[in-house]
């Protein structure tokens, strides 16, 4: 089974901040790679897909990159709307599986 | 419009057997992947079955064996039948659509049900 492994599993910051998360992949997982937000008691919600492919109707500040084993969710400017947990997806293979998260909290 | 509604959570003893229901609405289930996702409480994200077609399924380990996925699609509705539930498997359970229909198995895409919880507890 692939290991994904998300970093930081929390952090602080202020509106306005550029925000980086980090997901690593035990295997090569081509760019097969989606993030997802999630506020609490309610679904998650979709945000990037195809590891740097933005999902119909998610602001620009949201962007994804990477490829392999490596990816990266940033917010270029984190505004209120956007403290919640969020998760990066490996589908590449089952079972597909999703890293621990990571609490964006307001500083 | 799309939606996709849970029912079938609720208090069971271990060892005892669950049915989730998930009816789907604007869209015909049968042609796109449909998964389980399930998250106890205060915990993470954990993906626990996929389905598209009879030869198509998927299960995590941790559910292999004991949870059976299923589809009718005269009802467009997803099912997950738990037997032999534990403890752990205490979460709520959300069903979720790919992204796209005949798109890549498990792009989970931006339609979830509400969520149903299931309590399992003697």
């Known amino acids: 089974d692939i290991q994904m492994t998300q970093s930081p599993s929390s952090l602080s910051a202020s509106v306005g901040d550029r925000v980086t998360i980090t997901c690593r992949a035990s295997?090569?997982?081509?760019?097969?790679l989606a993030w997802y937000q999630q506020k609490p008691e309610k679904a998650p919600k979709s945000l990037i897909y195809a590891a740097s492919l933005l999902q119909s109707g998610v602001p620009s500040r949201f962007s994804g990159s990477g490829s392999g084993t490596d990816f990266t969710l940033t917010i270029s400017s984190l505004q209120p709307e956007d403290f919640a947990t969020y998760y990066c997806l490996q589908y590449n293979s089952f079972p597909l599986t999703f890293g621990g998260g990571t609490k964006v909290e307001i500083k | 419009e799309v939606q996709l509604v849970e029912s079938g959570g609720g208090l069971v003893k271990p060892g005892g057997s669950l049915r989730l229901s998930c009816a789907a609405s604007?869209?015909?289930?049968?042609?796109?992947?449909m998964n389980w996702v399930r998250q106890a409480p205060g915990k993470g994200l954990e993906w626990v079955s996929f389905?598209?077609?009879?030869?198509?399924?998927y299960y995590a380990d941790s559910v292999k064996g004991r949870f059976t996925i299923s589809r009718d699609n005269a009802k467009n509705s997803l099912y997950l039948q738990m037997n032999s539930l534990r403890a752990e498997d205490t979460a709520v359970y959300y069903c979720?659509?790919?992204?796209?229909?005949?798109?890549?198995?498990?792009?989970?895409?931006?339609?979830w049900g509400q969520g149903t919880l299931v309590t399992v507890s003697s």
């Open positions: 979720a659509r790919d992204r796209l229909p005949g798109g890549r198995f498990g792009e989970l895409g931006d339609y």
């Open positions: 604007g869209f015909s289930l049968s042609s796109y992947g």
């Open positions: 389905l598209i077609s009879g030869s198509d399924i």
């Open positions: 295997q090569d997982i081509s760019n097969w």
